[in-house]
């Protein structure tokens, strides 16, 4: 039997039954369909979350105070706690060419206070380079002044709900506010950015870090934040940090640095991890299509049993009424998949219209996988009924009408 | 050209055993018209299966041709009565599907026929039928007698050594019955054996040859006579 006619005889004879092939159809589209939607899903919250940290200012590295690994030796016996990181630290570390801004953070709280409305925030010491490496934006005014990091200027910048709660929709700028027992000036208000690294940066006041040295009466850092020269600068920035804050320390490793891209990869192995997970579920969907092709498939075999027998009659061997059988069950699932892809392409238009923030999008081996699964289980499947159709004694296949 | 000896089938039907064949011989001859007539149940079906490699003997010998069948695979089996038998039979078996010209056509395209020369041997099978007009009618389109013609276009499409009919006017009435009983003697004037069972003995009175069964036995056969007279 040549594959053309193959062909022609398998879509001749999965046409004559509409119904019960429009079932098997149905089933492997929306198997396909399920596959390939939950995976761009997936993906797309891994987008979305990757996009999302990137958002919180390029080539960031962390440096908190103290180690916080686990890894070699005992525990040291003369039980050395960690230094400080002071503002000399942080300004130390602009030596290397790698770092190309540093924002020390010194963070207290304190009872805000305009007129007769007060407010207990956190206060941020910082410097004007804050700015950029946290990607701030400014809504009012402007942000910290440049100049001498040692210079205790009364000014401070408010989040947007702070300077809500405390002004109302009156313009702060130029207004005094004391904190804790200090007179600021207002000269800037931050739009609302919302929450960024587990803190409400709308409800902070933010001021000059020798200011809040003072205020707070404590030159130890909450920590320093480092934007890298480039992205490829980050290791060799993590390197040199760590080198000069041990030469400053006596030799001793007493920091922890987390840069942004293990942060990352972190998330970004999880969401795939998820994605795959999900991937699979909707693949038993698959299964379940698979499943009902054979269902339908049996009934097939021996409703078409008259059939049968005349093929074999007319010189069919066994092995070719298999062939033919599997041939339509591989037919109707291939079929049923390219269906599936399109409506999963429609899908994900339709769902990128709906959420245009949300970047929904399939990996590429979403689709292959889902065809690959959809005509494997046609094939699995199928094999069954095509065993019981080739295996079926003409002579009886014949006698039935 | 064919030759069984000392047929054997046997169906178990719960506990009892059924003797559909009992040691059956019989030979037929290149050309030959023969018909075999009996009571329900006498094994006609049976024997014709068993000549037509539809089914199995449990004990005996076939020659067709001169070929060993009982020890040839399902393939083999299969092989032959592609190119070597056609069958008729009572209820037609037409694909309902498919057109009178597919249903003609499937024994080519089983067997990997080029698509051109099927087309060609299909309008000269069905125009030696007088069906050239119902070349595109699905059976159900078609009279019952027509529906016997188109299913004897497709039994000699292949241009078998032997047809096997099993009452293939069983299904027809009288005029069209006729029909394709000419059709059918015309086939076997021009050099097709042909078997056929018929429960009618005027049918079976017009066969070269008459065989008789009774109990899955042979108990009369007109060339035995002609031999021994
Ligand atoms: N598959 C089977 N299982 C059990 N018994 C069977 C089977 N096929 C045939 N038989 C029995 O074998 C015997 C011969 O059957 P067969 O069909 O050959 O008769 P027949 O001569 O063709 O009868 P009819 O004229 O009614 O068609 C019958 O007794 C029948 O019951
Ligand atoms: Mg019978």
Redesign the interface.
Known sequence: ??SA?LTR?CA??L??YPLRTGLMFLAMAIGVASVVILTALGEGARIYVSQQFSSLGTHLLIVIPGRSETTGGPPPLLGETPRDLTIDDAMALLRSSAVRKVAPIMIGGALVSYENRSREVFIMGSTPDLYDVRDLKIAQGRFLPKGDVDRAEAVCVLGQKLKTELFGNTSPLGRFVRIGQRRFRVIGVLTKKGQSLGMDISDVAIIPVASSSALFNQSSLFRILIQAANTDAVARAKRSVLETIRNRHDGEDDITIITQDALLSTFDRILKVLTYAVAAIAAISLTVAGILIMNIMLIAVSQRT??I????????????IMRIFISESAMLSLVGAAAGLIVSALGVMVIGRLFPFFPVRAPFWAPVAAVAVAVGAGLLFGWLPAKRAADF???LA?SS? | MIRLEGIERIFEVGDETVYALSNVDLTVEQGEYVSIMGPSGSGKSTLLNILGLLDRPDKGVYHFEDIDTIHLSDKQQAHVRRHKIGFIFQFFHLVARLTAEQNVELPMILAGIDARERKQRVHEALGRMGLNERMKHRPDQLSGGQRQRVAIARSTIMNPAIILADEPTGNLDRASGMDVIRTIEDLNKQGMTVVMVTHDPELGGRTGRQVRMEDGRIIRDTSDERALA
Do not use: C, T, Y
């Open positions: 039997m040549k006619d005889f001749g004879s046409a004559g008259a059939e027998g005349l093929l074999k009659a007319i010189g069919a061997p066994g092995s070719q004694d003409p002579v014949l009408r």
